[in-house]
């Protein structure tokens, strides 16, 4: 799914600032390969603060994309067709799927996924706000499919270029499944603006709460945007939230004409001068309220993240016990 | 010969109903790697009831169709196993709630599991070939879930003590519905008399040395019969099934006739 914002600041991201004290040879290779515009790979020298932006960066990615399995999961049990289940339940397995993959490669920078959930339960680490809010009704699904995961595309395109490699070919996969989503979502909802008025009304009542929210998934004004400026140096984030957001716009407003619902913001129109559509003011007191955990939902997602880890424990536990018994046996019958 | 639409209703409404329970683990798992998993066997189920539905509203005709057959029956119309409708709990009545345990989800899967290997293995020589063709591509499949569902008895079962009982309280609780496995309904007598259906009952030995082996594996004492015999496939159901296509049912039966 969906990345916004992967320049949140958090709690892990406290100690950005630190100075290495590498050999300046090896920061000297590092800069290089930067502006080569070459890969850096987890057994090369690295900076600590560009282990640690990425290490923030990927692990939020990776949360939001297993606290995002949450608001679609909600509608899985009642989908309205067989075809719509299946299709749901394939698509909330691959945002699980793309969790997987991203945890795996934060892991190539030393932290491991223990860690990481750690940050997640404690609230330290943050996620996507967009999963704060709760999914009301069926069109909701595919809202999220269009809107929610076309902004994370447009997001994470620039990022299969990182200059990461483990996190680039991750994104490289995870945004070929995310152009399927977009597709199926936004599919789901022509035919629905196909059938009746209560099926009409479900969609543009699920548009009217979740398009401001999802150009929030920007992140904050460039101008405002903490970690953008070393983000861009290091070839981790490639173009800034402004120009990501303007784009978005620019390619959601026609085919929202041909689905035939209303963007719910008045200044929304065309700017001959700019090339763009302009838009109005996001309200940002209310997004920075909700990545603070107070939105609708913060504290039932966080909770029902920690509850399935705590309540699977024991299922862990006894995969662990078993795998040492066997090793036991191994070893006894090797002897 | 072909199957009855009976006998297709009969396997389609099992993986529906049994896909959907196992699709409340989604985004619950008790890691992801299992959330995956679990999802997928969902997945499978949902999309074996798909093509039995297709092939049963094709045989039945008129205005059936999938969802029709899906959505828009009551429950006393659903000829599933009971066992698959029952909560991932242990026994306890339809409106109480309880917290999902994942022993009983893969007790209740490597059950229902290990005779479906056996089912679509013999149902692959059906005589309704359009049957046998859904048999080969859902034969793939159980194996999957067999395979998956076995490691996990025997993990828990040879685990720790917390899951050693967690694994056999589910098997005391879930066991006694496998007796309906191998009850005579009309239904699997006509679709077995045209050749086009499996007669379950021929299938026991098979699924006893399945159980016995990975249940010898986990350390786990295989329980007894109880008397009471489930009667889900005649349409006589458990408290649960209504609670499950209520919550299924609910959208599609508030917008009759849409299209989705």
């Given at each position: 799914?969906?990345?916004?914002?992967?320049?949140?600041?958090?709690?892990?991201?406290?100690?950005?600032?630190?100075?290495?004290?590498?050999?300046?040879?090896?920061?000297?290779?590092?800069?290089?390969?930067?502006?080569?515009?070459?890969?850096?790979?987890?057994?090369?020298?690295?900076?600590?603060?560009?282990?640690?932006?990425?290490?923030?960066?990927?692990?939020?990615?990776?949360?939001?994309?297993?606290?995002?399995?949450?608001?679609?999961?909600?509608?899985?049990?009642?989908?309205?067709?067989?075809?719509?289940?299946?299709?749901?339940?394939?698509?909330?397995?691959?945002?699980?799927?793309?969790?997987?993959?991203?945890?795996?490669?934060?892991?190539?920078?030393?932290?491991?996924?223990?860690?990481?959930?750690?940050?997640?339960?404690?609230?330290?680490?943050?996620?996507?706000?967009?999963?704060?809010?709760?999914?009301?009704?069926?069109?909701?699904?595919?809202?999220?499919?269009?809107?929610?995961?076309?902004?994370?595309?447009?997001?994470?395109?620039?990022?299969?270029?990182?200059?990461?490699?483990?996190?680039?070919?991750?994104?490289?996969?995870?945004?070929?499944?995310?152009?399927?989503?977009?597709?199926?979502?936004?599919?789901?909802?022509?035919?629905?603006?196909?059938?009746?008025?209560?099926?009409?009304?479900?969609?543009?009542?699920?548009?009217?709460?979740?398009?401001?929210?999802?150009?929030?998934?920007?992140?904050?004004?460039?101008?405002?945007?903490?970690?953008?400026?070393?983000?861009?140096?290091?070839?981790?984030?490639?173009?800034?939230?402004?120009?990501?957001?303007?784009?978005?716009?620019?390619?959601?407003?026609?085919?929202?004409?041909?689905?035939?619902?209303?963007?719910?913001?008045?200044?929304?129109?065309?700017?001959?001068?700019?090339?763009?559509?302009?838009?109005?003011?996001?309200?940002?007191?209310?997004?920075?309220?909700?990545?603070?955990?107070?939105?609708?939902?913060?504290?039932?997602?966080?909770?029902?993240?920690?509850?399935a880890?705590?309540d699977g424990q024991?299922v862990r536990?006894?995969?662990?016990?078993?795998?040492?018994?066997?090793?036991?046996?191994?070893?006894?019958?090797?002897? | 010969?072909?199957?009855?639409?009976?006998?297709?209703?009969?396997?389609?409404?099992?993986?529906?109903?049994?896909?959907?329970?196992?699709?409340?683990?989604?985004?619950?798992g008790p890691i992801?790697?299992e959330d995956?998993?679990?999802?997928?066997?969902?997945?499978?189920?949902?999309?074996?009831?798909?093509?039995?539905?297709?092939?049963?509203?094709?045989?039945?005709?008129?205005?059936?169709?999938?969802?029709?057959?899906?959505?828009?029956?009551?429950?006393?119309?659903?000829?599933?196993?009971?066992?698959?409708?029952?909560?991932?709990?242990?026994?306890?009545?339809?409106?109480?709630?309880?917290?999902?345990?994942y022993?009983?989800?893969?007790?209740?899967?490597?059950?229902?599991?290990?005779?479906?290997?056996?089912?679509?293995?013999?149902?692959?020589?059906?005589?309704?070939?359009?049957?046998?063709?859904?048999?080969?591509?859902?034969?793939?499949?159980?194996?999957?879930?067999?395979?998956?569902?076995?490691?996990?008895?025997?993990?828990?079962?040879?685990?720790?003590?917390?899951?050693?009982?967690?694994?056999?309280?589910?098997?005391?609780?879930?066991?006694?519905?496998?007796?309906?496995?191998?009850?005579?309904?009309?239904?699997?007598?006509?679709?077995?008399?045209?050749?086009?259906?499996?007669?379950?009952?021929?299938?026991?030995?098979?699924?006893?040395?399945?159980?016995?082996?990975?249940?010898?594996?986990?350390?786990?004492?295989?329980?007894?019969?109880?008397?009471?015999?489930?009667?889900?496939?005649?349409?006589?159901?458990?408290?649960?099934?209504?609670?499950?296509?209520?919550?299924?049912?609910?959208?599609?039966?508030?917008?009759?006739?849409?299209?989705?």
């Amino acid at each position: 799914m969906y990345t916004q914002a992967m320049d949140i600041p958090d709690e892990s991201g406290k100690k950005l600032a630190s100075v290495s004290n590498a050999p300046s040879e090896q920061e000297a290779a590092f800069e290089a390969r930067i502006e080569a515009d070459g890969r850096i790979e987890p057994q090369d020298w690295m900076p600590e603060a560009y282990r640690k932006t990425l290490v923030r960066q990927i692990s939020q990615h990776a949360h939001s994309e297993i606290v995002g399995m949450l608001p679609e999961g909600n509608w899985i049990s009642r989908a309205p067709s067989l075809k719509r289940k299946a299709i749901l339940i394939a698509k909330v397995q691959d945002e699980g799927g793309h969790g997987l993959y991203l945890y795996s490669a934060a892991e190539t920078l030393g932290t491991s996924r223990e860690q990481m959930l750690e940050g997640l339960h404690s609230g330290k680490a943050k996620y996507s706000s967009i999963f704060n809010y709760p999914t009301l009704n069926w069109a909701d699904v595919g809202v999220i499919g269009w809107l929610v995961d076309g902004a994370a595309i447009m997001n994470q395109i620039p990022l299969c270029r990182c200059s990461y490699g483990p996190y680039s070919r991750a994104m490289i996969r995870v945004c070929k499944e995310e152009s399927f989503h977009q597709r199926q979502g936004y599919e789901a909802l022509l035919v629905m603006m196909q059938g009746s008025e209560a099926q009409k009304a479900m969609v543009q009542d699920a548009v009217n709460r979740l398009w401001w929210k999802c150009l929030a998934m920007f992140g904050p004004p460039d101008a405002d945007s903490p970690h953008s400026a070393q983000g861009m140096r290091w070839g981790i984030k490639r173009i800034s939230n402004d120009e990501l957001r303007q784009k978005f716009v620019d390619a959601t407003v026609p085919q929202a004409k041909v689905l035939g619902v209303t963007l719910p913001d008045p200044d929304l129109k065309w700017n001959e001068a700019r090339g763009h559509y302009d838009y109005g003011q996001i309200d940002w007191a209310e997004f920075w309220n909700t990545v603070e955990g107070n939105g609708p939902c913060n504290k039932e997602r966080l909770a029902t993240r920690v509850k399935a880890h705590n309540d699977g424990q024991w299922v862990r536990d006894a995969a662990q016990a078993y795998a040492r018994k066997q090793q036991e046996r191994a070893m006894k019958e090797a002897a | 010969m072909n199957a009855p639409a009976d006998y297709l209703l009969h396997l389609a409404d099992n993986a529906v109903v049994l896909g959907q329970r196992n699709a409340e683990w989604c985004g619950h798992g008790p890691i992801l790697e299992e959330d995956i998993a679990m999802g997928n066997v969902s997945l499978d189920y949902i999309g074996q009831a798909r093509l039995l539905y297709q092939l049963a509203a094709t045989r039945l005709g008129g205005d059936a169709t999938e969802d029709k057959l899906a959505y828009f029956r009551d429950d006393t119309q659903f000829r599933n196993y009971t066992l698959l409708e029952l909560p991932h709990n242990g026994p306890l009545v339809g409106y109480a709630k309880a917290d999902r345990d994942y022993a009983t989800t893969i007790v209740r899967n490597f059950l229902y599991g290990a005779l479906m290997v056996l089912v679509w293995d013999a149902l692959e020589k059906s005589s309704d070939s359009d049957l046998a063709a859904i048999a080969a591509k859902s034969l793939k499949e159980a194996r999957y879930h067999l395979h998956h569902a076995a490691d996990w008895v025997v993990r828990f079962g040879d685990g720790t003590e917390e899951s050693h009982q967690r694994v056999q309280a589910a098997l005391d609780h879930l066991f006694p519905y496998t007796e309906e496995f191998w009850t005579p309904s009309a239904v699997e007598d006509a679709a077995v008399a045209s050749g086009a259906g499996v007669d379950v009952r021929t299938l026991r030995a098979a699924w006893d040395a399945i159980v016995n082996d990975t249940l010898g594996q986990g350390t786990l004492v295989r329980p007894q019969g109880r008397g009471y015999v489930p009667e889900g496939k005649h349409g006589r159901h458990s408290e649960h099934l209504g609670y499950l296509l209520g919550e299924m049912q609910g959208l599609a039966r508030a917008h009759p006739g849409a299209t989705w």
